[in-house]
């Protein structure tokens, strides 16, 4: 096995000249985001992971797609205006002339079945109760093929709504689809055949499970043109893996493992691209379900543990200077969504050892005889999962693993394949005492899903009335004041304990271009904007 040098060393080596039409790229899922897992599911309805969403995002079209800065980009949207006449309560849609890829034309009768199919799907429709979705949609009318109008059943923040809700109406093929039934759509989520008809940039043309997806260009997609002929996206386990895939030529590009950037950033013959971080946060999911760790319902437990973890640290450490600090619930890039004590940098919990042992002796904990605390003999012990083959997640939790001891919690860590982590969390809630993952958000983050009761996101248990109260002000009420109070009390409740985000960058052969514009912050791939010059065909 080579080390992590040799193989930086060896990718330099020169390539072969290559046209200026890209030919085969292929590339990891979870680009910018970590190393990838297996594709499990293309259906947009049903996808439970990043890695899903980016291979159904390359099919279907975005009803709305959000912008870096969290406006509406409608040269990339289905959606071509709304108008709200009333302001908050009615939306009149007008999509613009588009086709699938068999050349029917894509209506407002495909968005009304991906909404009926969505009420039908119930919970494991994924955007469930996204936007308040499909429960708030009291009516939808067809005006004629490219327009319809929405009634909800009560006033709601226009922004929230367009950006968290009707996004999730992310058309599909009611003349195709509407020949299955629920259990044959489910059944037939990850096979390539099911999704021939697509109206985006790529359709899936071969699925090898546990080894790659491969995608082709859409030959009737009406939007920009593409510079490629197939796109594969190449499953790993870890990203040293990844980085041995570009230093053999199976890649084109891979996240640059932290601890080389600033050596890769230096190397001749390659191309580094340092990204945002995305949209969301890392968090250690507490079970506040499990009966074997009912200290976590105690907000002062989940405090002590946030002021116990020094996320500068984990910063410096584990992502080797490249992320950003989250206290709350709201990401601080960008800036736009963030209360006035976020932007003042006040939030009531930070890296506080001492405050983390004030807290826990408010709440009962006395140290035992070896140090760690103990409540009338119950031990502040417990099991975190984490992805097998994740280096950064596993070196963050090493560093929490030592913060923790410090202050007389004990963690004990335990590596679980992704897939299978994230059946746990869903399937077999009680199952787990701590989870270790990243989450991304809508492009609205108000929380609902992710911490109001019985929320779809929410698989730990937490339940709060006065979170529900400032969820729902942040949906209902025009503007940010509820957003606002939502923000800064998710930092003073923890209802998972918010961990630092990474920015990725990237390692590309040289000639691939354009991967700074590829990938959104909030997680959509514009693969159109990959384009070659001399040295990066595969």
């Given at each position: 096995m080579l080390s992590r040098l040799a193989l930086l060393a060896l990718i330099i080596a020169p390539l072969p000249a290559?046209?200026?039409?890209?030919?085969?790229?292929?590339?990891?899922?979870?680009?910018?985001?970590?190393?990838?897992?297996?594709?499990?599911?293309?259906?947009?309805?049903?996808?439970?992971?990043?890695y899903d969403s980016e291979a159904a995002n390359l099919m279907f079209m975005q009803l709305v797609w959000i912008a870096p800065d969290h406006s509406i980009d409608y040269s990339r949207s289905l959606m071509s205006a709304f108008a709200s006449p009333d302001n908050g309560t009615t939306y009149n849609i007008t999509l613009r002339p588009w086709h699938w890829s068999d050349g029917v034309p894509v209506t407002a009768a495909d968005v009304l079945y991906t909404f009926n199919l969505g009420k039908a799907l119930g919970t494991t429709w994924t955007a469930f109760g996204?936007?308040?979705?499909?429960?708030?949609?009291?009516?939808?009318?067809?005006?004629?093929?490219?327009?319809?109008?929405?009634?909800?059943?009560?006033?709601?923040?226009?922004?929230?709504?367009?950006?968290?809700g009707l996004q999730t109406l992310q058309a599909v093929p009611a003349h195709i689809w509407g020949h299955y039934n629920l259990d044959g759509i489910w059944q037939h989520q990850s096979s390539p055949a099911f999704f021939r008809v697509v109206d985006g940039p790529l359709y899936v043309d071969k699925l090898f499970v546990g080894q790659d997806a491969v995608f082709l260009p859409n030959p009737n997609y009406e939007g920009p043109k593409l510079h490629f002929s197939r796109l594969v996206l190449k499953f790993f386990a870890s990203e040293d893996a990844e980085l041995q895939a570009v230093e053999s030529h199976d890649l084109d590009m891979a996240n640059v493992p932290f601890p080389l950037f600033d050596m890769a950033k230096n190397l001749p013959g390659l191309h580094v691209v340092s990204l945002p971080a995305l949209y969301g946060w890392n968090e250690l999911i507490p079970n506040l379900a499990n009966p074997s760790t009912p200290?976590?319902?105690?907000?002062?437990?989940?405090?002590?543990?946030?002021?116990?973890?020094?996320?500068?640290?984990?910063?410096?450490?584990?992502?080797?200077?490249?992320?950003d600090q989250i206290h709350s619930a709201i990401p601080i890039e960008p800036p736009t969504f963030l209360s006035p004590a976020a932007l003042a940098n006040?939030?009531?919990?930070?890296?506080?050892?001492?405050?983390?042992?004030?807290?826990?002796?408010?709440?009962?904990?006395?140290?035992?005889?070896?140090?760690?605390?103990?409540?009338?003999?119950?031990?502040?012990?417990?099991?975190?999962?984490?992805?097998?083959?994740?280096?950064?997640?596993?070196?963050m939790i090493q560093t929490i693993q030592q913060n923790f001891r410090a202050v007389g919690i004990v963690m004990t860590v335990q590596q679980v394949e992704f897939n299978q982590l994230l059946a746990l969390l869903v399937d077999a809630r009680q199952s787990w005492q701590a989870i270790l993952l990243a989450t991304t958000l809508s492009a609205y983050p108000s929380g609902e899903g992710d911490?109001?009761?019985?929320?779809?996101?929410?698989?730990?248990?937490?339940?709060?009335?006065?979170?529900?109260?400032?969820?729902?002000?942040?949906?209902?009420?025009?503007?940010?004041?509820?957003?606002?109070?939502?923000?800064?009390?998710?930092?003073?409740?923890?209802?998972?304990?918010?961990?630092?985000?990474?920015?990725?960058?990237?390692?590309?052969?040289?000639?691939?271009?354009?991967?700074?514009?590829?990938?959104?912050?909030?997680?959509?791939?514009?693969?159109?904007?990959?384009?070659?010059?001399?040295?990066?065909?595969?």
């Open positions: 290559a046209a200026q039409s890209c030919g085969t790229i292929i590339i990891p899922p979870g680009i910018g985001a970590g190393a990838g897992a297996d594709i499990t599911s293309f259906n947009p309805m049903l996808v439970q992971s990043l996204t936007g308040g979705m499909p429960g708030i949609i009291k009516s939808f009318t067809i005006t004629d093929p490219t327009h319809f109008t929405v009634v909800l059943t009560h006033r709601v923040n226009p922004t929230w709504f367009i950006l968290n200290y976590f319902a105690d907000v002062r437990v989940r405090q002590a543990m946030a002021d116990a973890i020094d996320q500068a640290q984990i910063i410096k450490l584990a992502m080797h200077g490249h992320g006040h939030y009531p919990t930070g890296y506080d050892p001492a405050k983390a042992k004030e807290l826990l002796a408010e709440a009962g904990y006395t140290p035992g005889p070896d140090g760690v605390m103990q409540n009338h003999g119950a031990r502040l012990a417990f099991t975190i999962l984490v992805p097998a083959g994740q280096d950064l997640r596993i070196e911490f109001n009761t019985g929320g779809y996101y929410n698989d730990n248990g937490y339940s709060n009335p006065k979170m529900d109260s400032f969820i729902t002000a942040s949906t209902d009420t025009p503007g940010l004041s509820g957003l606002f109070a939502y923000e800064d009390y998710t930092a003073e409740q923890q209802p998972v304990i918010f961990l630092p985000e990474e920015k990725y960058s990237i390692l590309t052969r040289g000639g691939l271009n354009g991967i700074d514009k590829f990938i959104s912050p909030i997680g959509l791939w514009a693969p159109d904007e990959l384009t070659c010059t001399a040295g990066a065909q595969s």
